[in-house]
């Protein structure tokens, strides 16, 4: 069965440390990758995608992600992160045959201390 | 930039009353697509829309829900007899006709329903 999986429900890190958030994809063919970010009570904001070439892209806010097909990962990172990363974080997944609808995973919350 | 929008930003409404969530795509878009996102939990596909018809819809999406493009920039999303478990917010979403596949959301609506 198609699934995105986010193992990590909920990340503290330090302002200034390192973030990395995993997203794994139980897909038949290669999808099209995204992560998106929400600030509570707002909607959704795109980070980043991935479609083809590059495995390494860049996103906004200092964002980038790596997509491994051997190991069907897509993780999110950041090298130092600031107060305003505190938010929720979804990695989605689309595929052309599903009409490229959204299946997003259960998100992770990632919470900044001074 | 433009942008989706949907109108209202929050909705309260009675059980089994009827409600109409409104969106206006971005202008040149061809698929649109409905989400919700029942509070505290993902984000969930419930519909998609192309050439003036659904191409899929999701469990979730039964008899109760409908969507209309009435006149080319309106996209509306109806619950015709609400229940308690609709309450949550609803995004709207469209891609544009070729390249990226990019979703583009707007701000959402909240929905409650007492």
């Known amino acids: 069965a198609q699934s995105v999986t986010q193992p990590d429900i909920h990340i503290t890190v330090s302002e200034g440390a390192s973030l990395e958030l995993r997203c794994n994809y139980s897909y038949g063919a290669t999808p099209y990758l995204f992560w998106y970010v929400q600030s509570p009570g707002q909607g959704l904001q795109l980070l980043l995608k991935?479609?083809?070439?590059?495995?390494l892209v860049q996103g906004i806010k200092g964002f980038e992600a790596e997509f491994k097909r051997s190991q069907s990962s897509f993780n999110l990172r950041k090298p130092s992160v600031h107060w305003s990363d505190a938010a929720e974080y979804f990695c989605?997944?689309?595929?052309?045959?599903?009409?490229?609808?959204?299946?997003f995973g259960a998100g992770t919350t990632v919470t900044v201390r001074a | 930039e433009p942008e989706v929008t949907q109108t209202p930003s929050h909705q309260v409404t009675q059980m089994g009353q009827e409600v109409i969530l409104r969106c206006v795509p971005i202008?040149?878009?061809?698929?649109f697509y409905w989400y919700r996102q029942i509070l505290g939990q993902k984000v969930e596909f419930l519909v998609s829309f192309y050439n003036n018809e659904i191409s899929e819809k999701s469990e979730i999406f039964d008899d109760q829900f409908s969507v209309e493009r009435p006149d080319g920039s309106n996209f509306t999303l109806k619950i015709r007899s609400t229940k308690l478990e609709d309450s949550a917010m609803y995004f709207c979403?469209?891609?544009?006709?070729?390249?990226?596949?990019?979703?583009?959301f707007g701000p959402g609506t909240r929905l409650t329903v007492l």
């Open positions: 202008s040149n878009h061809l698929y």
């Open positions: 989605a997944v689309a595929t052309r045959s599903n009409d490229y609808k959204l299946s």
């Open positions: 979403a469209s891609v544009p006709p070729s390249g990226s596949n990019e979703q583009f």
């Open positions: 991935y479609f083809s070439g590059d495995t």
